[in-house]
């Protein structure tokens, strides 16, 4: 299955204009906060109030499963402060890095329909991104790049300019190119950097790894990598309302909560290149531009439905094979998973934090399942996912009974 030749096309896809196929009503428009509000759950909602207080978080949302049936779903604290929203199970919210996990399981599923392979190389005359823009390669280690280098951040790649996917200026100024920049901007940056390390080699997070991955989405797919996820990989678990971000509030999704920063945050120069001053989660990163790295919206329910299509639980028919599940969470020490933060015999872990915004998915032995997202940064930047993990997880120890029901079990309606 290695790639050989240059073959991969690019193609523009029917949805290039912007628009959507009519979508059946999700999941997350189908409940609200009262379906979960019981007696023996009041100790968890004063839980999550108490821990978002402390740590100044306006809204959030919550959804819990075991062993594939969703039981709880609720929202807390507000959408929006400025005119008292109040935050119900439908709102999308940012996730940051948890938009690798969806990453990777198209990665596995162009695998398993044999149109690419882990192994094979990205870049190079024989690599899957073979376009001549991609060509002049700086470090010639890059050509040993593979996909699953990608996948599991062992690329090699590093950060001589910090974060490229947050510092898109130097990045602009760096490649002698206006802003905004593209995402072929960014896999042609990738090109002409230094690699830290050998690939195969040492881990080294990196948020350009999976913007290339979206790259390698596109080549392999033929379509706009949104237009991949969300008829390939989000419809078929019955995800609908699922998108990549807007940066700008006039651009956000109807029921799209706001972000909201630490008091001491001051603005940044807009992602777009003008000279307006913005606040980082409101045009100052380019959200959009992280597409797989980081540039996901959507709601606690419909993360659950993936992670219940890809956990080898018994109850429903998988997405993926269990083999392509063993790849992304293996168990061995030194081993690191794909799309996953982390991953053992006992839990899967996979954070994500920007500004505005902090998110966690939490897959544990016990046959539990849950999902938290704020709407709001913390003083301890990504620190505050571990204070979810933990609070969070103390929380739904203290529920005794949890109601019988499977909220899964409502079907969309068109």
């Keep these: 299955m290695a790639v050989k030749l240059c073959t991969h096309q690019n193609g523009t896809g029917a949805d290039d204009a912007g628009e959507e196929k009519p979508q059946p009503t999700p999941l997350n428009h189908l409940l609200n906060n009262s379906m979960s509000d019981t007696p023996q759950t009041a100790r968890l909602d004063a839980s999550i109030l108490r821990f978002m207080r402390y740590w100044g978080i306006k809204g959030g949302s919550f959804a819990l499963m075991r062993n594939d049936s969703l039981l709880y779903a609720k929202g807390y604290g507000y959408s929006n402060i400025h005119d008292s929203t109040r935050c119900e199970v439908r709102n999308i919210f940012r996730v940051a890095s948890v938009s690798k996990l969806i990453t990777a399981i198209a990665i596995m599923h162009l695998h398993e329909t044999g149109r690419l392979s882990p ?9 899957i991104l073979c376009d001549s823009l991609f060509l002049n390669i700086r470090d010639k280690k890059i050509k040993g790049i593979t996909v699953e280098h990608l996948l599991r951040h062992t690329s090699g790649f590093s950060n001589p300019h910090g974060d490229a996917a947050f510092n898109m200026d130097l990045v602009a100024r760096f490649l002698g190119k206006p802003l905004p920049l593209t995402m072929d901007d960014m896999v042609l940056y990738a090109t002409r950097i230094r690699l830290r390390a050998k690939p195969g080699g040492r881990y080294n997070y990196s948020n350009l790894g999976y913007i290339i991955l979206s790259k390698v989405i596109e080549k392999v797919s033929g379509i706009p990598y949104e237009t991949y996820i969300k008829d390939s990989i989000l419809a078929p678990m019955g ?12 651009g956000f999704r109807e029921n799209e909560v706001d972000y909201y920063e ?10 777009d290149g003008s000279d307006t001053l913005v606040m980082k989660s409101h045009g100052g990163n380019d959200v959009h531009g992280l597409y797989g790295a980081g540039g996901w919206v959507a709601s606690p329910v419909e ?10 639980c018994p109850v429903r028919e998988e997405f993926l094979t269990p ?59 990504p620190g505050l996912a571990r204070q979810m993990n933990r609070e969070i997880t103390r929380a739904i120890q203290r529920v005794k009974e949890w109601p019988k029901v499977d909220y899964f079990s409502i079907s969309p309606t068109h």
Excluded at 239 to 250: I, P, R, T, V
């Design 323 to 381: 083999e392509s599940i063993d790849f992304m969470t293996p168990y061995e020490k030194n081993s690191k998973p794909a799309g996953w933060a982390s991953s053992n015999s006992r839990t899967w872990l996979r954070s994500g934090s920007m500004a505005g915004t902090s998110a966690l998915i939490k897959v544990q032995k016990n046959g539990f399942t849950w999902v938290f997202i704020s709407n709001s940064s913390s003083w301890n930047g």
């Design 303 to 312: 993360l659950l439905k993936i992670v219940s299509a890809i956990n080898k």
């Design 262 to 271: 630490v008091k001491e945050a001051e603005p940044v120069p807009a992602f």
């Design 119 to 127: 192994q094979d190389t990205v870049f190079g005359e024989r690599g």
């Design 239 to 250: 995800c609908y309302d699922m998108h990549l971000a807007n940066n700008y509030a006039e």
